[in-house]
């Protein structure tokens, strides 16, 4: 079983840059499949960018495609977001989550099928 822990989060001007981190422990970030999620208030949580165990195949919502970057340290064992020119609309606190990479790429963008969560890192985009 892994556990992560998000950090990076922030107040950031608009048109600014943040770089988010997810620490996993417990196990390597090899075996898993990992997903970025997001949740502003009064909403749901929504996907925003994938990477599969490898980091060879990485995925993104069309609205932060040209914006953000989905990466992986197997090394130090975590995964980030670098997210830049932001926009008011990325304001929401980002979860990671995980599952386990034989899922491969099924329904990635569904977050009722990752088992494993992050407490969540706050994201403000301000004037």
């Known amino acids: 079983q892994v556990h992560l822990v998000e950090s990076g989060g922030g107040v950031v001007q608009a048109g600014g840059s943040l770089r988010l981190s997810c620490a996993a422990s417990g196990d390597t970030v090899r075996n898993y499949f990992m997903t970025w999620f997001r949740q502003a208030p009064g909403k749901e949580r929504y996907f925003v960018a994938s990477?599969?165990?490898?980091?060879?195949?990485?995925f993104y919502t069309d609205s932060v495609k040209s914006r953000v970057a989905i990466s992986r340290d197997n090394a130090k064992n975590t995964w980030y977001l670098q997210m830049s020119n932001l926009e008011f609309d990325d304001t929401a606190v980002y979860y990671c989550?995980?599952?386990?990479?034989?899922?491969?790429?099924?329904?990635?963008?569904?977050?009722?099928?990752?088992?494993?969560w992050g407490q969540g890192t706050q994201v403000t985009v301000s004037s």
């Open positions: 990477i599969d165990w490898s980091g060879g195949s990485t």
């Open positions: 989550a995980a599952r386990s990479k034989f899922f491969g790429q099924n329904s990635y963008k569904n977050r009722r099928s990752y088992p494993y």
